[in-house]
């Protein structure tokens, strides 16, 4: 069965730290797809990276990177030097080929919240 | 370009009632999603729709249902609400309906059900 697990529910750290957020998936399948999205307290969930099962490069945007290991089925989401901008709940999520290839069908983890303090 | 819009962002039903909520698109985006998000979980899908037919469904009861329309905006009705219906109801749009591409969300319709 596939699932997302964020085994941190909230972090809290002072801005200019940097923070790391935890994400392990488990599917069956050789194909799939792993998302970040950011959660502000309006509710709208912000897309932040897309990475396929192929593609194990870590990648960096600006004050963010994300690591991604297949040896450990884990998608780890670094913010450097933190802002109070990104204070948040931070969704981890999967989509795998076992749902007949229907686009819409992502696996959510539970959610870190993160407040960064000034 | 406008993003995902959903309406309306706050209403409060009593148990029993009918509820709709209302997604319109991104422009060019021809599949919808709708997912359930009840406080501190993270959001569960709900249904898919591309080109006005259902693609997925995940594992609601009857009471649920959505529809597309040729404009590619969408409806999810839900019957006979109960107070474990209360939560933040998402739509999310694709340009197509190929697994794995990126969807993109709304704010949400906040349903209270007392």
Redesign the interface.
Known sequence: AQK?TQAQTEISVVEKEDVTLDCVYETRDT???L?W?KQPP??????LI?R?SFDEQNEISGRYSWNFQKSTSSFNFTITASQVVDSAVY?C?L???N?????????????TKLSVKP | DAGVTQSPTHLIKTRGQHVTLRCSPISGHK???W?QQVL??????I??Y?EKEE??R?NFPDRFSARQFPNYSSELNVNALLLGDSA?Y?C?S?P?????????????S?LTVV
Do not use: C, H
């Open positions: 997302v194909t799939y797809y998302f999205y309006s509710g709208e969930l912000v897309f897309r396929n969704f999520a989509s795998d080929m749902y007949g290839g229907s686009q819409g069908n992502l696996i959510f983890g539970k959610g | 599949s919808v999603s997912y501190g979980q993270g959001p569960q899908f249904f898919q591309y693609r997925g995940g933040l998402l999310a694709g197509d309906g190929i697994s794995g591409n990126t969807i993109y969300f709304g704010e949400g906040w």
